[in-house]
């Protein structure tokens, strides 16, 4: 298959479904949790849900309800049902991997992070911010541990519970920890970096909610320019940026500023 070639994975992930019908068992499941995950990327997740509740069961049957493989299982069955709104079952599919996690394997990092991150959103979804925000910071504590204070791996972590804390209105702590993961992002990846864009747009979101447009400029400003130099001027990201500069300079009552860059916008095929 060549990169990108998804409806041949489909049919591929498919074939190897009914190649292992016969036989069943660990095959089988792990037959089923591949395209079901498959379809996760792909975020069809309505399709997801079915062929993951299937290997859910069979899982169970096979390894047992408190398994490992069940846990992982559940974890990816918990994302498909937060695709199509099912958050209840969303929350019941998380908490239930996080406990057998936690019995069979402790407080380790690896096995902990991809459930906690699961249960946060779910929890968000349902309106349960306490919890949510316990569990955003234990995994980024727990991600801590793992990698270092200034690893760019722990900034995702940051980066939701700042997303969070936005959502509740706490825009001081979000914007604290907002440049906290644009810190460790210039540092590791320079000034420059991709990263560091989607950082300053992040935090220009939040000035703008915070009724901060001046501040929100010029974090987009800054961000235009390392998204025309990685990507060029036509890029349909870098078009989205100045759409947005022009919607600010609009606000603070800058009129040529926001007819330059509607111009400019609008001169993009």
Request: glycine share 8%; aromatic share 4%.
């Amino acid at each position: 298959m060549e990169e990108g070639d998804f409806l041949g994975a489909d049919t591929f992930l498919r074939d190897q479904v009914s190649a292992a019908e016969p036989a069943g068992g660990e095959a089988l499941i792990t037959a089923l949790q591949n395209l079901g995950e498959f379809y996760l990327t792909q975020r069809r997740d309505m399709e997801a849900a079915p062929e993951l509740e299937r290997a859910l069961g069979l899982a169970e049957e096979e390894f047992g309800p408190d398994s490992l493989a069940v846990a992982g299982t559940l974890v990816h069955l918990a994302s498909a049902y937060d695709g199509i709104f099912r958050q209840e079952e969303a929350l019941q599919a998380a908490n239930r991997a996080l406990m057998i996690i936690e019995q069979a394997k402790g407080s380790s990092p690896e096995e902990l992070l991809p459930v906690l991150d699961v249960l946060a959103h779910a929890q968000q979804e349902q309106g349960l911010y306490d919890q949510a925000e316990a569990s955003l910071h234990r995994a980024l504590q727990l991600s801590e541990d793992l990698y270092g204070e200034k690893d760019p791996r722990i900034v995702p972590h940051i980066h939701e519970l700042a997303a969070l804390f936005k959502t509740e209105g706490d825009y001081l702590q979000a914007e604290s920890l907002c440049r906290q993961g644009m810190g460790i992002l210039e540092s590791a990846l320079g000034p420059d970096a991709m990263e560091v864009a989607d950082c300053l747009v992040s935090l220009s979101n939040l000035y703008r909610a915070m009724d901060r447009n001046q501040d929100a400029v010029e974090q987009l400003e800054r961000a235009l320019v390392i998204l025309e130099n990685a990507k060029g001027p036509r890029d349909k990201e870098v078009v989205k940026v100045v759409k947005s500069l022009a919607a600010l300079h609009k606000r603070l009552g800058h009129s040529s500023e926001a007819k330059q860059l509607q111009d400019r916008a609008l001169g993009v095929k």
